[in-house]
C-alpha cells in the first residue's frame, strides 16, 4: 500500500535508469582487455552523457536572453573562451589542473542534490563520489590519471580516502538533519560504493555519470525549457551535441605521438575538464531561476 502510482510517478526517469546503468557497467568491466571497455566508455559518453551539457546553448537562450545571433555568438565565443582557458591551465600544470578538475567536478556533482541537502551536503555528496573509486580502486585509477598528464598521480591518489572519508561524514549528517532528502540521496550514495568497490573505476563512471548524473540534468533542464517529447529533446541537444563530438576529433591532431589510450582518456576528461567550468558558470546562473 505504500507504494501507490502517486509515490511511484514522483520518482524521476534517471531513479529507475541507475540500476539499470549499475547491472550494464557491471557488464562492461566484465569484458576481456581495456579496449572493450574504453570503447563502451567513448560510446556512453557521446550519446548519454554529453546532451546534458548539449542543453546549455538552450538554457543559456532562456536565461541570458539570447534573442539575436550577435548575442549567441558571444555566449558561444566565452563558452569556448572559458574551456581554452582550462586547456590552457592543464597545458601549464597538469598536477594542479587535474585536482581542482577533480574538486569542482565534486561540486558540480553536488548540485544533483543541493536543492534538497544544501550547498554543503551537496559538496559533502560530490566528495563521496570521487572519492569512492580513488579511495577503493588506487591502483586503476592512478595510471588513468597519468595518462591524463599528471606526474604527481600517486600524491593526488593518496587523497582518495581522506576525501572520501570527509564527503561521507558531510553526506551522512546533511541526510541526518534534512527531512527533505529523498529516497534517491541516499540510496544512490549507497549503491555507488557498492558499484565503486566492485566495478573498474571506469564502468564506476559510466554508471553514475551516463545513467545518474546526465539523466537527472536533462529531465530537470528540459522539462524547465517546456520540452517533454524524446523527438523535441533530440532537436534541442542535437547541433551542440554534434559540435562537440567534431571539437573532440579536431582535438585528436594535437595529441599524436601519444599511446592511444591516453589519447582517448585525454579527449574525453580533458574534454570534459574544460566544458565543465563554463556548464557550471551557467547552472550557477540558471538553476536558482527554475522553479522545480
Ligand atoms: C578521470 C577519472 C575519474 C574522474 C572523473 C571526473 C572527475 C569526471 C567529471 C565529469 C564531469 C564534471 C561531468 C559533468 O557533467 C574517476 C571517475 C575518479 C576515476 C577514473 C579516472
Ligand atoms: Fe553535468
Do not use: K
Not at 532562456?62 to 581554452?84: E, K, S
Not at 590519471?145 to 600524491?155: H, I, K, R, S, Y
Request: hydrophobic share 55%; with cysteine; glycine share 8%.
Amino acid at each position: 500500500m505504500s507504494t501507490s502510482p502517486r509515490s511511484q510517478n514522483n520518482h524521476p526517469p534517471a531513479f529507475w535508469l541507475f540500476p539499470v546503468g549499475v547491472v550494464l557497467a557491471m557488464g562492461a568491466s566484465m569484458l576481456p582487455g581495456q579496449w572493450p571497455l574504453y570503447m563502451v566508455l567513448a560510446l556512453s559518453t557521446a550519446v548519454l552523457g554529453l546532451p546534458h551539457g548539449s542543453l546549455d546553448t538552450a538554457v543559456a537562450t532562456r536565461y541570458l536572453h539570447l534573442d539575436n545571433p550577435l548575442r549567441m555568438m558571444m555566449f558561444l565565443g566565452g563558452y569556448m573562451l572559458l574551456a581554452a582557458l582550462v586547456l590552457g591551465l592543464w597545458w601549464l600544470a597538469p598536477n594542479a589542473a587535474l585536482a581542482a578538475f577533480l574538486l569542482y567536478s565534486a561540486v558540480h556533482f553536488g548540485d544533483d542534490v543541493a536543492n534538497r541537502l544544501g550547498r554543503i551536503g551537496g559538496v559533502g555528496y560530490g566528495l563521496w563520489i570521487i572519492g569512492l573509486p580513488v579511495a577503493l580502486q588506487p591502483t586503476q585509477v592512478t595510471p588513468i590519471l597519468e595518462m591524463l598528464g599528471a606526474d604527481q598521480a600517486v600524491t593526488i591518489v593518496a587523497t582518495g580516502p581522506w576525501v572520501l572519508a570527509m564527503g561521507g561524514l558531510i553526506l551522512a549528517t546533511s541526510l541526518a538533519l534534512r527531512p527533505e532528502r529523498s529516497v534517491s540521496d541516499w540510496r544512490d550514495p549507497l549503491l555507488l560504493a557498492v558499484t565503486a568497490a566492485l566495478l573498474h573505476p571506469l564502468a564506476y563512471f559510466i554508471a553514475y555519470w551516463c545513467f545518474l548524473h546526465s539523466p537527472r540534468h536533462l529531465e530537470i533542464a528540459a522539462r524547465d525549457l517546456g520540452l517533454y517529447g524524446w523527438r523535441e529533446r533530440l532537436r534541442a541537444v542535437a547541433p551542440t551535441t554534434l559540435a562537440t563530438y567534431a571539437l573532440a576529433l579536431a582535438a585528436v591532431p594535437f595529441l599524436i605521438g601519444l599511446p592511444s589510450d591516453a589519447v582517448l582518456m585525454r579527449v574525453i576528461f580533458i574534454g570534459l575538464a574544460a566544458l565543465t567550468v563554463p556548464h557550471m558558470i551557467l547552472e550557477l546562473i540558471a538553476s536558482p531561476r527554475r522553479s522545480e
